[in-house]
């Protein structure tokens, strides 16, 4: 056997062992247990996306990450800094996505509010990504902010994340120029009970799709039906008193 022959040879097997290598770090990290936090975490957003902020208790939240009440205590200090943690991990995988969609459909020449609400759309799609229904996970704790009257949580995310709700401002007031700040506090408010009742209500939505007009809906056909809804209510002429 030649000399390039014995290292081609040397070379393939140092590069298996390196596959092996990896393949086993992968192995292990599946197996590696989660951590108190992350186990928190998880139980609480179940907790809360199923019952509400209000009809969960740190509990029932214990009991389904099964650690005690102290961990809870020692990793959030109380429910409300919890609920914001909770929130938090998906804002901060949201908030420089939509950021940056609204920065870009700004720059439209001929902005339509079709447009404004339409770069949420990839934005919210990409937390499936982050987490197994990530993007109808997010939206429904969402919706229990305002339904719930957790003031506290809507004062924490317009302040946590100005950048969104800047951003957005903005793109509504470009695309509808003539629309006043009163005017649009209202049409702004009317737009997030209709998106909290049909996300909230999204699972119901699409079966109703399947069994009275066989159409086999996914969460992201829900949010592309309710865009032209909502831009045409934020964009209805200006009442006249």
């Known amino acids: 056997m030649n000399n390039s022959h014995s290292r081609w040879l040397r070379y393939l097997k ?30 609480a957003e179940s907790l809360f996306a199923d019952k509400g902020f209000n009809g969960t ?15 809870v205590n020692y990793h959030f200090g109380s ?31 001929e902005l339509t509010l079709v447009d404004v609400f339409s770069a949420f759309i990839e934005p919210l799609l990409s937390l499936n990504d982050f987490k ?13 902010g305002y339904t719930d009257s957790q003031g506290f949580l809507r004062w924490f995310l317009t302040t946590q994340y100005p950048g969104v709700i800047d951003n957005f401002v903005l793109a509504v007031q470009k695309a509808y120029p003539e629309l006043g700040a ?18 909230s209500s999204s699972d ?16 992201s056909d829900v949010i592309r039906n309710v865009i032209p809804y909502v831009a045409a209510g934020v964009g209805a002429p200006m009442p006249v008193l």
């Open 204 to 219: 119901a939505l699409i079966d109703i799709a399947k069994s009275d007009f066989e159409r086999d809906l996914q969460i």
């Open 182 to 199: 009163e005017e649009m506090f209202w049409r702004l408010h009317f737009t997030m009970g209709t998106v909290v009742f049909t996300m």
């Open 57 to 71: 208790s740190l509990r029932e939240i214990t009991s389904q990450a099964e650690v005690n009440l102290a961990a």
């Open 14 to 43: 140092r590069l298996f062992k390196l596959s092996v290598l990896i393949s086993l770090i992968f192995d292990i990290r599946r197996y590696i247990p989660m951590s108190t936090k992350n186990k928190i975490l998880d139980a």
């Open 79 to 109: 429910k409300k800094e919890l609920i914001k943690a909770v929130m938090s991990r998906y804002m901060n995988e949201l908030s420089p996505r939509l950021e940056s969609a609204l920065v870009d459909v700004c720059n439209n020449d």
């Open 132 to 144: 197994d229904n990530g993007t109808s996970n997010f939206l429904q704790l969402l919706g229990r």
